[in-house]
């Protein structure tokens, strides 16, 4: 057999019985006689053609563990106790209709209605060397999307129960609402890829803010500046801006857990910004793998080293196909229907409707404190009226951002 270069070909054994043909994107069964190296220094031992070798050598092809390639079969596979370290992972579709919108979605996603902002390109609103620039635009918006002023989706209380059942190993979210905090999740189960609101910290000399300091500043309308005499940072909160680096706490978790994770639940996200969509490819080859949306995406095999070292997109519509399962239709019908046929609709239904006339009582004290705050513009300052009260709090209606003709710094809100 003539010998395969390394990006069409899984292994240099003879004796291996399989490996990974790039053009089609599939497992081959079949003997495979040399890889070639394409330079010297994929030789070694330490080379990635050597960690591919390994990788390659571990035993043989993976089984299916679902009795039905379907959500009964995720059904099943709870009920019968075969899973005790879930992992979800989330993107802006389980907060949509809280009222927050997703950034790609044509006309109601967020870049689309950035554009009246006249931004230099649309990313611009969330990109740290302009925020730096010019952070008026991002805490105009930052005040129309204050964590807080949403209530946590049906979405956010199913993970919730999954953790008080014992279910849970972790939940790893791209957004930065804050809504796992709302609905009670347990902080230490709960990865914030992007980070979030909960902190913040002056871009000069780094003091540490609250979420609450941050609050006060940003619904009545300033621009958050470090306290501390001299300094004349900005205070930027927590969140992963394009050109920061995602919190280590991403990493250690993820080196942790999805080695452990024995079914992975995805849920509002096209899977399409790394390295968070990547996730998916490093579960176990056996786990089941639930995914939850309005579209099919991430199907797309890859490169063959994120079939080896991953396990390679979804599989839903192929023949081979033994552990990927995709539902179609919103987050919060998904969840629904996944408590109903486990037999918790009852009491997911219960948690969502008592948790939501609790945020009402504080969503009123929020709005009543809004009303007639004092708003600095430049040097001075100006009275607002009680309208602005108003155009800061949302329940469950899409927010409108408001008109400006002032330019927008950028961040990543909820990406999907």
């Known amino acids: 057999m003539a010998s395969k270069q390394i990006d069409e070909c899984g292994s240099t054994d003879a004796e291996m019985k399989w490996y990974f043909d790039k053009k089609t994107k599939q497992i081959v ?13 994929m030789k070694g031992p330490d080379s990635l053609l050597y960690e591919v070798k390994k990788r390659l050598d571990v035993g043989p092809p993976p089984v299916q563990l679902l009795d039905t390639l379907d959500i009964d079969g995720i059904v099943n596979f709870i009920k019968d106790g075969k899973c005790k370290n879930i992992i979800t992972m989330s993107g802006a579709g389980i907060s949509t209709s809280a ?19 006249d931004l230099p390109y649309p990313e611009a609103m969330f990109d740290l060397e302009y925020f730096q620039k010019n952070p008026e635009p991002f805490f105009s918006l930052a005040k129309e999307l204050w964590p807080g002023i949403f209530k946590p989706t049906p979405c956010h209380y199913f993970i919730k129960m999954l953790h008080s059942k014992g279910l849970l190993l972790r939940h790893y979210t791209q957004n930065i609402d804050t809504l796992e905090n709302q609905a009670g999740l347990d902080p230490e189960k709960l990865v914030e890829a992007h980070g979030s609101f909960l902190t913040a910290h002056c871009l000069v000399c780094k003091k540490e803010y609250s979420k609450g300091f941050m609050e006060d500043k940003v619904l009545a309308g300033e621009i958050p500046m470090c306290d501390i005499q001299e300094c004349t940072g900005i205070i930027k909160p927590d969140i992963v801006f394009f050109g920061d680096t995602l919190p280590k706490r991403f990493a250690d ?9 024995d079914l992975l639940v995805i849920m509002g996200t096209s899977l399409v910004v790394q390295p968070f969509a990547s996730l998916s490819y490093r579960v176990p080859a056996n786990t089941p793998r ?7 995406t991430g199907t797309e095999g890859g490169d063959m080293f994120s079939f080896i070292f991953f ?11 033994y552990r990927d399962v995709f539902w179609q239709g919103t987050c919060n019908d998904g969840c629904f229907t996944l408590a109903e046929k486990l037999g918790w609709k009852d009491e997911l239904t219960m948690i969502v409707q008592k948790e939501h006339a609790k945020i009402d009582k504080e969503m009123s004290l929020l709005k009543s404190k ?4 004092r708003v600095r513009k430049g040097k001075g300052t100006e009275k607002r009226s009680g309208n602005l009260g108003k155009t800061a709090v949302h329940t469950n209606s899409r927010p409108t951002i408001p008109k400006s003709s002032e330019k927008q710094g950028n961040i990543p809100i909820l990406d999907t």
């Open 29 to 41: 069964f079949g003997d495979v006689s040399a890889i070639e190296p394409e330079s010297e220094e």
């Open 99 to 117: 009222g927050i919108p997703d950034f790609r979605s044509p006309v109601t996603g967020l870049y689309d209605n950035l554009e009246k902002y």
């Open 253 to 261: 978790c993820v080196e942790e857990d999805f080695g452990k994770c």
């Open 290 to 296: 639930f995914y939850i949306n309005l579209e099919k």
């Open 311 to 321: 396990g390679g997109g979804f599989k839903f519509d192929d023949k081979n196909n």
């Open 370 to 373: 809004t009303k007639n705050v």
